[in-house]
């Protein structure tokens, strides 16, 4: 899955307003970012590199198998293949996205 597929199915499941009320980055390294803006409605979701109140770090490959519910966030965190940087309840709401 491209960064492209993977924006597009961010943006699918975050819709017009996910609730989340803040702002999230998924660092996915080298292969880029997702950057989510739910502290406007409709929710924006873009791959720019912005400051967020909450970054989450995790390999293409591993948030792929996040999406696709092969891997389940509480899992990749608890593993060392998630990691949280900034407001954890933010991260704590990602459930709903994920």
Same mark, same amino acid.
């Given at each position: 899955?491209?960064?492209?597929?993977?924006?597009?199915?961010?943006?699918?499941?975050?819709?017009?307003?996910?609730?989340?009320?803040?702002?999230?980055?998924f660092d996915l390294g080298d292969?880029?970012?997702?950057?989510?803006?739910?502290?406007?409605?409709?929710?924006?979701?873009?791959?720019?590199?912005?400051?967020?109140?909450?970054?989450?770090?995790?390999?293409?490959?591993?948030?792929?198998? =996040?999406?696709?519910?092969?891997?389940?966030?509480?899992?990749?965190? =608890?593993?060392?293949?998630?990691?949280?940087?900034?407001? =954890?309840?933010?991260?704590?709401?990602?459930?709903?996205?994920?």
């Open positions: 899955m491209s960064l492209e597929s993977v924006t597009n199915t961010i943006k699918e499941r975050v819709g017009e307003d996910c609730g989340l009320g803040a702002t999230l980055k292969d880029g970012k997702v950057f989510i803006d739910a502290t406007v409605v409709p929710n924006t979701v873009s791959n720019e590199d912005k400051d967020a109140q909450c970054t989450v770090g995790v390999t293409h490959d591993d948030f792929e198998s =996040m999406l696709a519910g092969d891997l389940a966030p509480t899992t990749a965190f =608890m593993s060392g293949k998630l990691k949280v940087e900034g407001d =954890m309840g933010v991260a704590m709401k990602l459930q709903s996205i994920m």
